[in-house]
């Protein structure tokens, strides 16, 4: 069942972002971690001034519009603060965005009904893409893309720093970083199979396509 939070959306000067004022919902059944408990703590957008460089992850060596991140801590370290720079501290599920160029297709921006219809998801174990840049994320980036209106977009690239320009101008984005021997893992088989989608010490890939994360959102 979808819980519903209430928070309130800030531009804090670097991204739009929605704060929650109360109990985040749990995220459970990460790789290598599945007994592990991660709980909401905001989510954010990130973007920039084209429709194809606004996103921190690349598909195919392709960017899109705009990029939403949930971010969620380990609730056994009990706040984000103490949990940001362990190795196991954060979750951070990655929604990719493009613009929606029919405005008769159906759109909707609730940030608990945005979560792609298909949970087919990439995984690897990587860092922040803000300062510190600690490696303590889990990310988790859905294959799948969602819509964005125009209008909506706009909204987020007229928003200022604080140092008073466009957020849009230099973008919020952190520059793709290579894998580093990391492993890339995937819950569904791939239609042509790369070198990075290897096997795991805790899970190997001909078994991911039984792998199902508990997602608090649907």
């Known amino acids: 069942m ?3 939070h209430k928070g309130v959306f800030i531009n804090n000067g ?4 929605f704060q929650l004022s109360d109990t985040g919902s749990i995220m459970t059944g990460l790789p290598c971690f599945r007994r592990e408990k991660f709980r909401l703590h905001q989510f954010h957008f990130h ?28 609730v056994k370290y009990g706040s984000f603060v103490k ?9 951070v599920v990655a929604v990719l965005m493009e613009v929606i160029l029919n405005h008769g297709t159906h759109c ?7 979560v792609p219809k298909y949970h087919n998801f990439f995984y690897y174990k990587g860092s922040l893409t803000t300062p510190g840049c600690y490696q303590s994320v889990h990310w988790l980036i859905f294959k799948e893309k969602i819509f964005i209106k125009p209008e909506t977009l706009k909204v987020f690239r007229d928003m200022r720093t604080k140092h008073g320009e ?28 790369k070198k990075e989608f290897s096997t795991y010490p805790c899970m190997d890939l001909r078994a991911t396509t039984e792998f199902k994360l508990d997602f608090p959102y649907v």
């Open 2 to 4: 979808t819980k519903t």
């Open 14 to 17: 670097h991204a739009p972002t």
């Open 47 to 74: 973007f920039r001034h084209g429709e194809h460089d606004g996103t921190e992850h690349e598909m195919e060596g392709v960017k899109y519009a705009a990029e939403l991140h949930m971010v969620h801590y380990n």
């Open 83 to 91: 949990a940001v720079d362990k190795y196991d501290g954060l979750a």
């Open 108 to 114: 909707s921006f609730n940030p608990f009904d945005i």
């Open 166 to 193: 466009p957020i849009s101008k230099r973008g919020n984005i952190r520059p793709v970083q290579p894998l580093f021997m990391r492993h890339l893992l995937i819950n569904f088989f791939p239609k042509k199979p």
